[in-house]
Each structure stands twice: as C-alpha cells, then as structure tokens.
C-alpha cells in the first residue's frame, strides 16, 4: 500500500462475459473511503452501482484491480478469507430485506451470530439490545409477514450489526420503502456513522438522501463521474 485511506479500490474492473458480448459493469474505477465517512453512490440504473458495493464487500471477486481494507487486498483473498472477511467486518443491507420468513425478528438477527462462535444466551442478549437499538423493542417475537416494510427493514439493520462490524454497505435500502419509514431508515444510518464511528456505503436512487451522507461518488457506465464532499445541497 502506498497511501493510508482505510479502504482504497484500484483501477477496479468487472467484467461479465455474456454470450459473445462483454459487459463492463467496473470498467477501472479508483476511490479512496476513510473510516467514518458516509458515502452515497448514486448512478443511473445498471452503472456499476451494486457491483461496486458487492466487491467492497467481499460477495464478489474482480477481473482486475485492487480493493485495500485496513491493509489487506481483499481482491486476493480466496473465498474462505473471503468468508472471514464478510464475517468480522462488514455488515448488508439490501433493498429487498433478505430476512428468513419462518423466523422471528430476534432469531432472523441472532442467525448470523451462530457461525461466529457466540453463546446461544449472549446471542439473544445482544441481538436483542440491537432490535431494541432500531425501535423494535416490542416486536422481536414477530415474524417477518407480522412486520411493516420499515420495521423489516430495521430488522436487517439490526442483523447486520450483530458480528460489530467497520463496515455497512446498503444497496437502496430505502428502494422498497416509503418516504417515512425510509426517512427512519436513514436516522438509523446516520447514528451508526455519527455515534458509532462506522464507515457506511449507500447505493440509492433517491438523490434526497445525499443529504444524510458526508460525501457521494456518481457513476456513469462503470466508471466514476464525479466524486463530491459534502450534501447533494452544498455541492449543487
Ligand atoms: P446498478 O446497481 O448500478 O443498477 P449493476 O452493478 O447491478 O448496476 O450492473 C452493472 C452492469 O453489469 C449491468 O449492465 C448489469 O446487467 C451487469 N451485470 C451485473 N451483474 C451481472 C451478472 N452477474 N452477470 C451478467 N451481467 C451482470
Ligand atoms: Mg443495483
């Protein structure tokens, strides 16, 4: 490494072979993100936004590049230090919320801790205290089908927080949501970057939310546009 940002992603390419064609969904893309920044990736639909975060985290692999983590070049790893990778430091949140449907809200968020070695009463303890963190202090019994799309949404904030990791990623977590429950979204978002210190990664289409984040990259055809510090107000 040759410069000290916490996560710095070089001349990164994605390719995918379809059929004859070649789509170049990351087509060299450099950025550098500092631990706590919050930052939004905004782009048109099928810029490259997605596949940009799923790298960073680890759930895809490059063609090319290089995707430095706190020192170590994740586009390396094979997939068990992959593995161990998403595990300790990052935590999703998806659009679509990818809660499991037979289980309750606390069990949905103590499901990851089961691969990480916690004991089954520290589990419920902790998930608990991230449900009650969200709001959900008296929903934890409820499944998803009992829950409103924000509250399921809260859920699977509160999920991907449970291993206590650096790292959020959101791909437009506000994108099935409406403007009020996606607005508490949002809050949650800020306080984990503001209070907690983590470093938050946002996909959204939604150019009002630019507002919550320190800092956005827009995307053109899978390479970057423009690099802006500050709100979407302040820099327009
Ligand atoms: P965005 O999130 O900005 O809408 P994506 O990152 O999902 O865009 O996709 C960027 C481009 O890469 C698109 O043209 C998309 O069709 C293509 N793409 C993404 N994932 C795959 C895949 N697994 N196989 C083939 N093409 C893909
Ligand atoms: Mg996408």
């Known amino acids: 490494m040759t410069d000290h940002s916490f996560i710095q992603v070089r001349t990164l390419h994605r390719h995918f072979q379809m059929g004859t064609e070649i789509v170049h969904a990351l087509d060299g893309v450099d950025v550098a993100i500092e631990q706590g920044d919050f930052m939004g990736i905004v782009g048109p639909s099928g810029s490259g936004k997605s596949t940009l975060l799923y790298l960073i985290g680890g ?6 590049g290089e995707i430095w983590v706190d020192g170590t070049d994740i586009a390396a790893l094979d997939e068990n230090g992959l593995a161990q990778y998403r595990q300790k430091s990052i935590g999703f949140i998806f659009q679509s919320f990818n809660l499991i449907p037979t289980m309750t ?31 959900l ?32 990623l959101a791909d437009e977590p506000t994108g099935n949501l409406d403007s009020k429950s996606g607005g508490e979204v949002i809050n949650i978002l800020q306080r984990l970057n ?33 690099d802006v510090r500050g709100s979407y107000e302040q820099a327009n």
């Open 137 to 168: 202090g008296d929903r934890i019994h409820h499944k998803p089908t009992e829950l409103s799309g924000g509250q399921q949404q809260r859920v699977s904030i509160a999920r991907s927080l449970v291993n206590n990791p650096a790292i959020v």
């Open 105 to 135: 809200a606390l069990q949905n968020v103590e499901f990851p801790m089961l691969f990480a070695r916690v004991s089954p009463s520290e589990r419920t303890a902790r998930a608990t205290k991230l449900l009650e963190m969200v709001g």
């Open 194 to 226: 503001r209070e907690e210190q983590r470093t938050i990664i946002m996909v959204t289409h939604d150019q009002s939310l630019l507002a919550a984040t320190t800092r956005h990259i827009q995307i053109l055809d899978g390479r970057i546009l423009a």
């Open 59 to 64: 759930l895809d692999q490059p063609t090319s």
